[in-house]
């Protein structure tokens, strides 16, 4: 299926968002309307509304990089901070740092897994071996 021939352009329509901003909402990076995401982060076959394949738009493990940063970040400042002013034992280190880690990265897998999904529609990394030319 030639996605380009068929349907709309990628700004023509969603409201004017861009297709990182759809990929962020779970969306289809080209209509804004169509379920990105098959489960929880697994990337759809293709859209249900425009039929745009989501083949080759795999990110992989680039989305847990900023996770791993901004995470990460958020959690050792926190853990820093309580440990300097109250001094608790480790036990609540624990308590507190290992759930809120946990929720804190599975909200905000799915927002980064989506963006990075609207990258690679909007820069077209995914379509490179289909151009004329090969180059
Ligand atoms: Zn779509």
Same mark, same amino acid.
Request: glycine share 22%.
């Given at each position: 299926m030639n996605d380009l021939a068929s349907s709309p352009s990628p700004n023509a329509d969603g409201g004017g968002a861009s297709p990182v901003m759809r990929g962020i909402r779970g969306? #289809?990076?080209? #209509?804004?309307?169509?379920?990105?995401?098959?489960?929880?982060l697994k990337v759809a076959d293709t859209c249900d509304v425009c039929g745009m394949s989501f083949h080759g738009h795999d990110t992989g493990d680039g989305p847990v990089v900023p996770v791993l940063l901004i995470i990460g970040g958020i959690i050792v400042g926190l853990a820093l901070g309580l440990e300097v002013v109250y001094e608790p034992p480790v036990w609540v280190h624990l308590l507190l740092w290992i759930p809120l880690g946990t929720l804190l990265t599975l909200g905000i897998m799915v927002p980064l897994k989506g963006m990075a999904v609207g990258l690679q529609y909007k820069y077209r990394s995914t379509e490179e071996e289909t151009r004329p030319g090969g180059v």
């Open positions: 969306r #289809c990076p080209r #209509c804004g309307e169509g379920r990105l995401f098959k489960g929880y």
